[in-house]
């Protein structure tokens, strides 16, 4: 649809403005001598956006820039592209090899459970022998002294503000869950450094980046609003006057965000070696149990399999690395599994839907449920109409909000779900009218 299209271009606009940041980090690090971190920022601009690295050709004289082409392209495994079904997603540019790294990523952020907080580093997330507690807040804690300064700066912006979260009252629905106010809190405290501070140079992303992410206007349902409220007010009472408090739209955005790529940590050995799992369909079990949350904006682009092709370990505030689970051919599309994919199809999909609101059609789930999936030619992420749940009743007959025919099979209006259609013909014919109602209803 003509909507989706402007969302994706919106999308590939702000991939180009974090791709030439990348640039500019890259050219700094040249300038300083270091050419091993100029070509991993040049990298890292590639992969937003695969023409960034021409600019080049503008500074450096031919034979140099040739040189910096060279590197980039040697060994280069993936790139980002980008289409109406799949969004923007990995592609192999190159055969990948079972058990090769082929991406390293940095979380925006990563904060321990709330269940972990007295038992797990807040930096490296590794359970807790000899805890180092802040003697200032009486809330954040660490397993060394290196994890300690590591967070300094970050837990310097923070801490007045949790040494008043672990005394103040909470609105009701926070009485047992504060995590979604230390994650506005942490956004709010990393947007803040970023005026004085170069966040590319330091291997973190940027608030934009977070903000590129995609995210569904639908989850923002009354009680998820109210939920963000509440969390809004508690952070206004505990924040300082040097970190800025967002503003109630902003929260929203950002809880839209989070709920949508946010990843679940489990803590995996310092040495790099974790015990990874699988069942006879490839599939990973999960023996590792959560103990964080993070948003790593890279690893958030690749799309998700019941039968993936790679696995992503997460290192808490540290990088995370994807891995290949087999051998992967040249134009294969990188995937990653969401949820626990050895779960039976429908409690698959139905948390699919629920949590990510897509209908997963990767091999395995086509493969189980017959020729249902096989048959419907839907892209996997919503488009701009979306069918009906496959477990409504079959004798519940609705109209087409434009033909008034009735059906038991009829497609919703993806951006504001308030009216049903035939298909896309009906939809058109519609809009003229429609697009008020739309648009009111979004909001």
Same mark, same amino acid.
Request: glycine fraction near 4%; aromatic fraction near 6%; include cysteine.
């Given at each position: ?19 030439? $940041? ?6 700094v ?12 920022? %040049?990298?890292?601009a ?13 500074? %450096?004289?031919?034979?140099?820039? $040739?040189?910096?082409?060279?590197? +980039? ?24 090899? =079972? ?32 805890? +180092? ?5 009486? %809330?954040?804690?660490? &397993? ?27 609105? @009701? ?23 004085t ?7 973190a ?10 995210y569904h @206007?639908?989850?923002m349902?009354?009680?998820?609003r $109210? ?20 503003? +109630? ?15 679940a940590?489990?803590?995996?050995? =310092? ?27 890279m690893?958030? !682009?690749i ?6 092709? &790679? ?13 290949? !689970?087999?051998?992967?051919? =040249? ?41 249902s999936?096989?048959n ?5 992420? !919503? ?26 099979s ?15 013909d &009906? ?17």
């Amino acid at each position: 649809s003509a909507r989706h299209i402007q969302r994706l271009s919106r999308k590939k606009a702000d991939d180009q403005e974090i791709a030439s $940041e990348f640039v500019r980090a890259g050219l700094v690090y040249l300038s300083q001598g270091n050419t091993k971190d100029g070509i991993s920022a %040049f990298k890292g601009a590639i992969e937003r956006d695969s023409d960034a690295i021409k600019s080049l050709a503008e500074i %450096f004289p031919p034979e140099v820039y $040739e040189k910096i082409a060279s590197l +980039l392209d040697e060994n280069r495994p993936l790139s980002v592209q980008t289409s109406l079904s799949q969004g923007r997603h990995f592609i192999a540019t190159r055969k990948i090899e =079972k058990g090769e790294s082929i991406l390293s990523d940095f979380p925006y952020f990563c904060l321990v459970e709330d269940r972990c907080i007295k038992t797990h580093c807040h930096q490296c997330c590794s359970p807790i022998i000899s805890q +180092l507690v802040c003697p200032d807040c009486n %809330f954040a804690r660490f &397993c060394s002294k290196e994890c300690s300064v590591a967070h300094q700066l970050i837990h310097d912006y923070e801490c007045p503000s949790l040494k008043k979260l672990a005394t103040q009252k909470r609105p @009701p629905l926070l009485t047992d869950n504060i995590i979604f106010t230390r994650i506005l809190l942490r956004t709010s405290v990393l947007k803040q450094r970023e005026k004085t501070e170069s966040p590319l140079l330091d291997k973190a992303s940027t608030f934009s980046t977070f903000m590129s992410l995609v995210y569904h @206007p639908e989850i923002m349902i009354p009680t998820h609003r $109210e939920l963000v409220r509440q969390n809004l007010h508690l952070l206004e009472q505990i924040i300082t006057k040097e970190v800025p408090l967002p503003t +109630l739209e902003e929260a929203e955005e950002i809880s839209a965000r989070v709920a949508l790529n946010m990843h679940a940590v489990s803590w995996a050995p =310092k040495d790099g070696f974790i015990d990874v799992r699988l069942n006879d369909n490839n599939q990973v079990v999960d023996s590792q149990p959560d103990v964080a949350v993070a948003i790593f904006p890279m690893i958030s !682009l690749i799309n998700h399999s019941c039968r993936p092709n &790679c696995v992503w370990v997460a290192r808490g505030n540290d990088s995370s690395e994807v891995f290949a !689970l087999e051998d992967i051919e =040249k134009g294969t599309e990188i995937t990653v599994v969401y949820i626990d994919s050895s779960l039976p199809f429908e409690k698959r999909q139905s948390l699919l839907r629920e949590r990510y609101h897509f209908t997963c059609r990767c091999s395995l789930c086509v493969q189980q449920s017959g020729a249902s999936l096989k048959n419907d030619d839907r892209p996997n992420d !919503l488009g701009s109409v979306q069918r009906e749940s496959s477990s409504s009743s079959s004798s519940e007959l609705k109209h087409c909000g434009y033909c008034k025919s009735p059906s038991t099979s009829l497609s919703r209006c993806g951006a504001c779900r308030s009216i049903v259609y035939c298909g896309q013909d &009906c939809q058109r014919k519609d809009w003229s009218k429609h697009k008020i109602v739309c648009k009111n209803n979004q909001k």
